[in-house]
């Protein structure tokens, strides 16, 4: 398996990778962690093809999504006086692997037995007596502090100790920028292939500009951005001006020397609105513009 999924051109996403695929063959937890967006759960299931256990079956769970009240039965299975067994998470991923997503959401009523099913490889079906004991692996992701929910109480040190000896960080889109290019064109053309329209492409400019925006929602928001854009204007060359106005405002504000630009802007009106005893009639006509532009740029600044 070669982990052709993820692009890997950048050194940062070319360590994480090279890390995945050694660990991979081996059968030992491993908790991936990252921004929202980074591709945890992709790498998780590149590792899960890459392993010795690939025709095995992979049950991911939210782990947000499990009850509070439940999550024992919901976890590892229940079995009612009369009623036949109702297995688990566990029991359906017994011989392959369990991708516990965003397990710092894990109920804490239930943290002791994952760790007894990582120490011991045995889990207990609510209303029965004796455990089962069938392998299984446990791959989980997270996009939260660990260390401060164990700090909140919130996770218990132990389960969190087992679970982060083999620890891998997904750097944020940002800190990847060498695969922009390649993963703007993958997204573009998968999307053309889904949505039977002609792949978009990217102008130098746009590139330019999508270099200097922060990405806070990383490739998932990458891939939203290529959905949006291949649907309005398939076959487009995309240039700046076509991309959507809070990534223009943002990537200006993060151009070299913008923020320098801004603070003396901010100054300037501030130093006039001063001088003028917070009259904006007057600061304006010390600043040689109009009211309402003075209005948007203390509305723009938050300087109202």
């Known amino acids: 398996m070669s982990f052709s999924a993820i692009s890997q051109q950048s050194p940062a996403m070319a360590q994480v990778v090279d890390s995945a695929r050694l660990l991979a063959a081996l059968d030992v937890p ?33 782990c947000a999504a499990l009850s509070a009240q439940r999550a024992a039965e919901q976890l590892f299975g229940e079995r009612r006086p009369g009623q036949p067994l109702q297995p688990g998470y566990v029991q359906s991923a017994a011989g392959g ?24 490889g045995e889990w207990q079906v609510v ?4 455990p089962h004991q069938q392998p299984v692996r446990i791959l989980a992701t997270s996009n939260a502090d660990m260390l401060a929910r164990v700090r909140a109480g919130d996770f218990r040190m132990d389960l969190y100790q087992r679970l982060a000896v083999v620890a891998v960080q997904l750097p944020p889109l940002r800190e990847r920028l060498d695969d922009l290019p390649v993963l ?12 039977h329209v002609s792949p978009i492409r990217f102008s130098a400019s746009a590139l330019k500009l999508l270099r200097r925006y922060r990405w806070p929602g990383n490739v998932r ?31 200006q504000r993060s151009r070299p020397g913008a923020m320098d630009l801004i603070g003396r802007e901010v100054a300037l009106i501030q130093k006039a609105l001063d001088e003028a005893g917070g009259n904006k ?7 040689g513009i109009s009211r309402d532009t003075l209005n948007y740029r203390l509305r723009k600044y938050k300087l109202v």
């Open 30 to 62: 491993v908790l991936l962690q990252g921004e929202t967006g980074v591709g945890k759960t992709l790498l998780a299931e590149q590792m899960v093809a890459a392993s010795t256990r690939p025709e095995q079956p992979l049950v991911s769970i939210n």
């Open 97 to 120: 692997t369990l991708l516990l997503d965003e397990v710092a959401e894990l109920p804490l009523a239930v943290q002791g037995s994952l760790l007894r099913l990582l120490e011991q």
């Open 127 to 130: 209303g029965e007596s004796r």
């Open 184 to 195: 703007l064109r993958e997204c573009s053309e998968q999307v053309a292939d889904q949505y």
């Open 221 to 251: 928001e990458l891939k939203n951005l290529c959905q949006r854009l291949s649907l309005l204007l398939p076959g487009r060359v995309i240039d700046a001006s076509n991309l959507p106005a809070e990534m223009l405002a943002e990537s």
């Open 281 to 287: 009639s007057r600061a304006a006509r010390l600043l």
